[in-house]
C-alpha cells in the first residue's frame, strides 16, 4: 500500500512513496528515498512521561541539519533537534518513557522508535502510522547520523555504487551474447525478462514484460529495452525494502556489508556460535552476485537477499534433519508415526485402495501400518476394509511392497497391524505369506519374563513387529475377532464380548510377541494386570473421553504400555482426528488417514519431522519420569517446567499464488497471515496480521506477535496464508513446524500447498525469538518501578500428602526451594534490567545488549567512556573518565547482573545436591505410599490425592533441580555473549577492541573525513566524535 499516513503528499492525494510492488507505485529501498521522505515530512505521534499522546507534523529541514516539528508552542529554534546532537535511534518502545506509558498496549512494537539526543540522553519518543513510515524515518536519521550534511552529496556521488556497476555489468554481458555493437541500442525484450528472473526467478515474466512495455510506452518508443530502462524495472522487481532497512541497521556504511558486519549479524541476530570473520567470507563468497563484491569481501543488497532466502536462513533447524533424540528408551516412550487404513488412497467407503498408499506412508517415515485381511478368492486372502465397496488387494502384493519399502526412510521398527477376520484355512494362507516374504525381518523374540519395559527402538531396528490378537498358553484356539468397533462396543455394553469369537491360528498368534492387543476395561485393571508387551487399542470417542475425565491417569498408563487411538468409523470421508488431542496424554499410537490433507496431517508431518524423519520422537520428559504429575488438560502452567515466551514478528511475504481454487478474479490476492500455536490447551492460540490489499508479490506485514508457551516439548508453530478477497477458496499456503526446531533471528518460511508439497518461490520472512518468561516480563509496563522484588515473588508450593513421615522429609524442602527460586530470579531480573537500560527489546540477548552500548559510550574525543575488562570469567566493566547518570545507572546493574550470576555459579550446585538427596529420600516411600496413607486413616478418594500430591511434590523437587542446572547453564552462556560482544564491539581493554578469535581480516574502526564510525548490532546508531 502507499506510504501516505499523514504525509503532505497524502493530503494533496498525491502517491508519493510505496511499498507496494503494483507496477505504477515506487518502492523506497534507498537512503536517498528514505530522506525526501523525510524532508516531506510525515505525521507522527509524540509520547510524554505522562502518557499524553500529541500529534505533530515532523521533518527534516532542507539543508539536513535538523529534525523540527509543527505545530508547537515552542520558539522555532527549540521545536528542533539538530542532527548532530543525536545520539542514538532507537526501534521499538524500548525507553522509559514508552515502559511506563498507560498507552504502552496500544502502541505497536513495529511503528514505535525514538530519537537519543543532547548531553542528557533524552529522548523523543514517536509512533508512526504505519511501521513503512517508522523504518523510513528510522533508516534516514541513521544514514545522517553517519555522513551528515554531506549525506546527498555521497549518495549522489556512490549511491549503489556497487550494485550499479553488476547491473552494467550483467547487461552488457547480454548484449554481448545477442552481439549487439551498441550496448545504447539495447538488448531483446525476452533476454531483459529472463535477467530479471534470474535474480527473482519468483516473478512471473508476464509481469516484468508488462513493466517494460509500460516504461516503453510511457517514453513513446518499442524498441529493444535501454540500460537504464533495465535498471528501472530491476529495481522494481528485484529490491526488497524491508531487507534494505534490515542491510542498514549492520553496515558501518550503510550501503552494503562488510565480513564484519555480517559477522555481527550472524552471531548476534541469527544465534550462530562460533561466528568469524572467515565464516562471514565464505558466505560473502557463495552469495554476492557481483564480482567485485567477492574481490572485496562486500555483501550488497542482492547478495543479502540471497543470502537470507537460502537455506542458512530457513526456519526449519537442520540439525533435525538427522537423528537426534535418545533412541535407546523403551518403545512406550516414543510417539510412533501411525498410518490407518492404510491400502486407502481416498475415502473409507467407495475409495479405491491401492498397493502405493503402503508405499508412500513408509516413505514419509511411518512406522506403523494397518492391514484389514479378509477371505479372499481362490484361497488367497485380501486387503480391504469390510462391509465398503473398496476394491480389494491381494495380501502378498500388499506384503511384498511393505518388505520392499518398510526400510528406506527409517531403520527403526515397523509396526503391523494385522487386523484378521480369515477363517483358519486362509489364515494358514497369511501365515505362509507373512514368513516367507517378510523373513527375518519378522521380530518373533518372546519378551523376558518380569520386563517393566518394552525394548528400545534402536535395539529392534530393521525388525517388524505384528500387532494382532494372542492366544493364551491355555486358551481352545478362539479369540474375540479383530475389530477396530469392538474396543468401543464393550464400553457401552452394546454386547457382554468385545466383538464375537473367531478361531485362531496358533501358529499366527506365535508370530506376535511384543505389540499384543489387549481389551481396556479401566485404567487400576491395567496397572495391575497388564504387562507392557499387551497393547491397548482406542475408539477416538473413549481416547478423547478418557482424555477428559482422567487426563492424569492417562499420562500414568502409556508410561508403560503403548496406546493406539483409531479414527471414529463415522469418519466414512477418511477425515482426521487432532492428533495433540491424544499426544497430550501420552498416546504414542495415533493412526491418521494420510491420504487425507488438511490441518490435521499438517501436524502430523510436521511433528515427525523433527528426528531425522525416522518416524520416531521422544515424548516430553514429564511424561516418561516413573512419577511425575502432568495432567493433559492443564490450562496453566506445567509443574516444574519453565514457561518460555515466543516472539514472531511476520515481516513480509514473497510469490504468494492465488488459491487453487478460487474463482476467476485474476492473478490478484489480498492476503493476511495468521500464526497459530497447538500444544496443550494452555498453550493454544492465535493471531492474524493485517490484510494487505492487491499485493501477492511482496507483502509487507511488519506486525508482531507474542505466545506464552508452558510445555515447549509439546508446542507447534503454524503459518497460514489466506486471502481475504477470495471467491470459493481462501487457503494460499502453509507451514507447521515443532517449536524445538525453530532457528532465531530472521527467517524464511517456505509455503506448501494443502496436499504438502512446497509452492515453488512462495515464502514468508519472519523474525523470530525464544526469551524465558522472567526475563520477557509481561507485554505491558515492564518499567524498573514494576519489577518484581524478593518479596513480592510468587514461589511453587509443595503439597501436603495427610501421611506426617512423608510430609516431613517434603518439608526440608521448602527453603532449599525458595533459595533455588530467589537465585534463578534474582540473576533473570537483574539481566532484563540491564537488557531494558541497553535500550533494546524483550527478545534481545546480551551480546545484542554489549553491542547497542556502542553508540552511546563514545567520549568527546571519540575515546570509549566504558571498557571491559575481559581477564576474568566475569568480564568487568569500567569507566574510562568521568559518566553521565544514565551510563552510571548501566554500570550499577551490571555489577547487579554480575553478582547475581556469581551467586548462581556460587550457590547452585550445593542446593541442587540437596534438592536432589531429599527427592531420594522421599522416593523410598514410593512403594509403601499406599499402606503408610491407610495407616495414617485416609481411606478411597483421599489415598487417591495422597498419591497424586506424592507425583507433584517428586515433579516439582526435579524441575526445580533442573531449572537450577539450567540457570547455570544460562549464566555461562550469558558471560559468554558478554566477552564476545566486548570483542566484537570493539569495547575491550586488552585486544583494542581486536577479536581473540581466529579471524582471517581484522582490522580497527574506519575513519572517514575526521569521523569516527562504531559500528553496532541490533538496534544501533554510531557517535560522531567531533559532532
Not at 542528557?120 to 550534511?149: C, F, H, K, P
Not at 495415533?590 to 531425522?612: H, K
Not at 525458595?818 to 537488557?835: H, I, K, P
Request: with cysteine; charged share 25%; glycine share 6%.
Amino acid at each position: 500500500l502507499p506510504v501516505q499516513d499523514g504525509s503532505r503528499a497524502s493530503r494533496e492525494k498525491k502517491k508519493t512513496v510505496s511499498f507496494s510492488s503494483s507496477l505504477a507505485e515506487k518502492k523506497i529501498s534507498s537512503a536517498a528515498g528514505c530522506i525526501h521522505s523525510m524532508v516531506e515530512g510525515s505525521e507522527l505521534k509524540k509520547i510524554r512521561p505522562n502518557s499524553r499522546v500529541y500529534q505533530r507534523y515532523y521533518l527534516l529541514d532542507a539543508g539536513l541539519q535538523a529534525l523540527f516539528w509543527e505545530p508547537s508552542k515552542k520558539e522555532s529554534d527549540k521545536a528542533r533537534i539538530f542532527l548532530d546532537s543525536i545520539r542514538e535511534v532507537r526501534t521499538g518502545r524500548n525507553t522509559e518513557t514508552f515502559r511506563t506509558s498507560g498507552v504502552y498496549e496500544q502502541i505497536s512494537e513495529d511503528c514505535a522508535f525514538s530519537i537519543i539526543y543532547g548531553e542528557m540522553y533524552e529522548s523523543l519518543d514517536l509512533v508512526a502510522n504505519s511501521a513503512e513510515v517508522a523504518n523510513i524515518w528510522v533508516t534516514g536519521l541513521r544514514y545522517l547520523m553517519q555522513y551528515g550534511r554531506h549525506a546527498l552529496d555521497i549518495l549522489a556521488n556512490s549511491q549503489d555504487s556497487l550494485r550499479l556497476r553488476w547491473l552494467e555489468q550483467l547487461f552488457s554481458s547480454a548484449a554481448d551474447q545477442n552481439k549487439q555493437e551498441v550496448i545504447e541500442e539495447g538488448i531483446p525484450l525476452q533476454s531483459a525478462v529472463k535477467l530479471v528472473q534470474s535474480v527473482n526467478p519468483g516473478v512471473s515474466s508476464g509481469k516484468v514484460e508488462h513493466r517494460f512495455k509500460e516504461i516503453q510506452r510511457l517514453r513513446e518508443k518499442t524498441c529493444q529495452v535501454t540500460k537504464q530502462e533495465f535498471i528501472e524495472v530491476f529495481h522494481d522487481f528485484c529490491t526488497r525494502p524491508e531487507i534494505y532497512f534490515l542491510l542498514v541497521q549492520f553496515s558501518s556504511n550503510k550501503e552494503y556489508l562488510d565480513a564484519k558486519d555480517l559477522m555481527r549479524f550472524i552471531e548476534a541476530e541469527q544465534g550462530v556460535a562460533q561466528a568469524s570473520e572467515e565464516m562471514s567470507l565464505q558466505l560473502i563468497q557463495a552469495h554476492e552476485p557481483s564480482e567485485e563484491g567477492r574481490q572485496q569481501g562486500h555483501l550488497s543488497l542482492d547478495g543479502f537477499t540471497s543470502y537470507l532466502t537460502s537455506s542458512e536462513c530457513h526456519l526449519f533447524d537442520r540439525e533435525h534433519d538427522t537423528i537426534c533424540q535418545d533412541m535407546s528408551q523403551p518403545l512406550s516412550h516414543y510417539y510412533i508415526n501411525s498410518s490407518h487404513n492404510t491400502y486407502l488412497i481416498e475415502d473409507q467407503f467407495r475409495g479405491p485402495s491401492d498397493k502405493s498408499g503402503y508405499i508412500r506412508a513408509l516413505k514419509m517415515g511411518c512406522r506403523c501400518v494397518e492391514v484389514d485381511v479378509w477371505d479372499g478368492p481362490d484361497g488367497e486372502p485380501v486387503v480391504c476394509t469390510g462391509h465398503s465397496l473398496s476394491r480389494p488387494l491381494a495380501l502378498h502384493s500388499v506384503l511384498e511392497a511393505i518388505a520392499k519399502f518398510a526400510f528406506v526412510a527409517s531403520e527403526y521398527p515397523l509396526i503391523l497391524c494385522i487386523e484378521n477376520h480369515c477363517s483358519l484355512q486362509q489364515q494358514n494362507v497369511l501365515l505362509q505369506h507373512l514368513t516367507r516374504i517378510l523373513g527375518d525381518k519378522l521380530y518373533r523374540d518372546l519378551p523376558a519374563e518380569g520386563a517393566l519395559y518394552l525394548p528400545s527402538p534402536y535395539e529392534l531396528r530393521r525388525r517388524i513387529l505384528l500387532k494382532g490378537k494372542k492366544l493364551g498358553p491355555d486358551s481352545d484356539g478362539e479369540v474375540s475377532e479383530e475389530d477396530e468397533g469392538a474396543e468401543m462396543s464393550q464400553r457401552i455394553k452394546a454386547v457382554n464380548a468385545a466383538g464375537t469369537e473367531k478361531d485362531l491360528l496358533r501358529e499366527l498368534s506365535d508370530l506376535v510377541t511384543l505389540c499384543h492387543s489387549v481389551g481396556f476395561k479401566d485404567f487400576k485393571t491395567s496397572s495391575k494386570a497388564q504387562k507392557p508387551w499387551e497393547l491397548c487399542s482406542f475408539h477416538e470417542s473413549l481416547a478423547l473421553r478418557l482424555a477428559g475425565d482422567s487426563p492424569g491417569d492417562f499420562v500414568n498408563h502409556n508410561k508403560h504400555f503403548l496406546s493406539r487411538v483409531y479414527p471414529n468409523p463415522m469418519r466414512i470421508d477418511s477425515s482426521n482426528m487432532n492428533p495433540q488431542d491424544l499426544w497430550k496424554c501420552g498416546c504414542q499410537i495415533v493412526s491418521m488417514n494420510f491420504q487425507t490433507a488438511g490441518l490435521m496431517m499438517d501436524l502430523n508431518t510436521a511433528w515427525f519431522r523433527q528426528n531425522g524423519r525416522c518416524g520416531y520422537v521422544l515424548r516430553p520428559a514429564i511424561m516418561r519420569q516413573e512419577v511425575s504429575y502432568f495432567s493433559a488438560d492443564t490450562k496453566d502452567t506445567v509443574p516444574g517446567v519453565s514457561p518460555q515466551l515466543l516472539h514472531v514478528k511476520v515481516i513480509s511475504g514473497q510469490n504468494l499464488p492465488k488459491p487453487k481454487g478460487s474463482g476467476a478474479k485474476g492473478d490478484v490476492v489480498d492476503p493476511y497471515v495468521y500464526v497459530e500455536i497447538h500444544g496443550i490447551p494452555a498453550d493454544c492460540s492465535e493471531r492474524r496480521t493485517r490484510t494487505v490489499r492487491q499485493n501477492g508479490d511482496n507483502p509487507i506485514f511488519d506486525e508482531s506477535f507474542e505466545f506464552q508457551i508452558n510445555l515447549p516439548e509439546l508446542a507447534m508453530v503454524r503459518f497460514v496464508v489466506l486471502d481475504d478477497d477470495f471467491i470459493g477458496d481462501e487457503f494460499i499456503g502453509q507451514y507447521t513446524i515443532p517449536l524445538e526446531c525453530l532457528q532465531p533471528g530472521y527467517r524464511h518460511v517456505p509455503l506448501q500447498s494443502l496436499t504438502g508439497e512446497d509452492l515453488p518461490h512462495a515464502k514468508l520472512f519472519v523474525h523470530v525469538a525464544l526469551t524465558n518468561r522472567r526475563g520477557g516480563g509481561k507485554p505491558y509496563k515492564r518499567g524498573l518501578s514494576v519489577r518484581k522484588t524478593r518479596k513480592g515473588r510468587e514461589y511453587t508450593a509443595l503439597r501436603d500428602l495427610g501421611v506426617r513421615t512423608v510430609d516431613e522429609v517434603f518439608k526440608m524442602a521448602a527453603p532449599l526451594l525458595r533459595e533455588a527460586a530467589d537465585l534463578r530470579g534474582n540473576m533473570q531480573n537483574s539481566v532484563a534490567v540491564f537488557r531494558e537500560l541497553c535500550g533494546v527489546s524483550a527478545v534481545a540477548n546480551l551480546m545484542q545488549c554489549v553491542l547497542a552500548l556502542g553508540s552511546r559510550v563514545s567520549g568527546p574525543e571519540g575515546t570509549p567512556l566504558l571498557l571491559f575488562d575481559l581477564k576474568d570469567n566475569y568480564p568487568t566493566l569500567e569507566p574510562q573518565g568521568p559518566l553521565p547518570d544514565v551510563l552510571r545507572r548501566v554500570v550499577s546493574t551490571y555489577d547487579t547482573m554480575v553478582n547475581a550470576s556469581k551467586a548462581v555459579m556460587e550457590f547452585a550446585d550445593a542446593i541442587y545436591e540437596k534438592i536432589l538427596h531429599i527427592q531420594t529420600m522421599a522416593m523410598e516411600f514410593h512403594e509403601k505410599l499406599k499402606s503408610l496413607a491407610m495407616k495414617e486413616g485416609l481411606k478411597g478418594s483421599k489415598v487417591s490425592r495422597a498419591l497424586e500430591s506424592f507425583s507433584w511434590n517428586i515433579t516439582i523437587l526435579k524441575g526445580q533441580a533442573d531449572l537450577l542446572k539450567h540457570a547455570k547453564a544460562e549464566v555461562e552462556e550469558n558471560m559468554k555473549q558478554v566477552h564476545d560482544a566486548a570483542l566484537t564491539g570493539n569495547l575491550s581493554k586488552e585486544g583494542g577492541g581486536l577479536s581473540l578469535r581466529s579471524f582471517s581480516i581484522t582490522r580497527p574502526l574506519s575513519t572517514e573525513n575526521g569521523t569516527t564510525i562504531i559500528t553496532i548490532g541490533n538496534r544501533c546508531g554510531w557517535e560522531s566524535s567531533n559532532p
